[in-house]
């Protein structure tokens, strides 16, 4: 994974980054669920929201092609869901209104990760009275993740260099073992971090 989807925040002078966390936190949520609001077919709507985005974007000054990239790479879980639809009757105008919500509400989602840091994320979640262990989970979620993944790229050093086949059932037969080994692994360290966690007298 590449470093920049590991640490989505992308410094900048723009009137976007200076912006108070909290500010930004509602105009995202609200954002979003001004896109959910939307009944089906409002495609002038979702143009409207999609310009407002782009705006943003641009006032942001991140680059463009950083954002589409992070969007790309996000893109198919949305595209996974929309699918879905098209297994049921009017399933094309249902898919088409499904993958423009999602995609606009991970706009939003990318656009905020860009110009806020995760820890200013984490500090207006706890100004609006979200629950403490929501905060500290997503704190550490957000702290481990990049522990894994740069452990499964040893792993996936170390089984390049064992590995002299080129042939794809041989690849596809090391990856699985190595998403295997990666998810002992993470339980593993889970349950050691939990219990330091529990010896300094961390309490649910």
């Known amino acids: 994974m590449h470093h920049a989807l590991r640490d989505p925040y992308h410094p900048a002078s723009s009137p976007i980054h200076r912006a108070a966390p909290p500010v930004k936190l509602v105009l995202a949520v609200a954002f979003v669920l001004a896109v959910v609001a939307l009944p089906r077919g409002t495609w002038p709507a979702h143009t409207f929201l999609g310009l407002a985005l782009l705006v943003g974007a641009l006032a942001s000054r991140v680059p463009l092609s950083l954002l589409g990239k992070r969007l790309l790479a996000v893109e198919p879980f949305a595209l996974g869901v929309a699918l879905l639809a098209l297994l049921q009757p009017g399933g094309l105008h249902v898919f088409l209104a499904i993958l423009a919500k999602s995609t606009l509400s991970l ?7 860009a110009t806020t840091p995760f820890f200013q994320v984490l500090r207006a979640l706890s100004r ?3 629950p403490s262990l929501l905060v500290t989970t997503l704190a550490l979620l957000y702290r481990y993740l990049f522990v894994l993944v740069e452990e499964m790229g040893r792993m996936q050093r170390a089984r390049r260099s064992r590995t002299f086949s080129r042939s794809r059932w041989v690849t596809w037969r090391a990856s699985a073992a190595v998403i295997g080994h990666l998810f002992l692994r993470t339980t593993t360290r889970a349950e050691r971090i939990y219990a330091a966690m529990c010896a300094r007298g961390w309490r649910t």
């Open 107 to 113: 706009g939003a989602v990318v656009l905020l990760g």
């Open 128 to 130: 609006f009275r979200v």
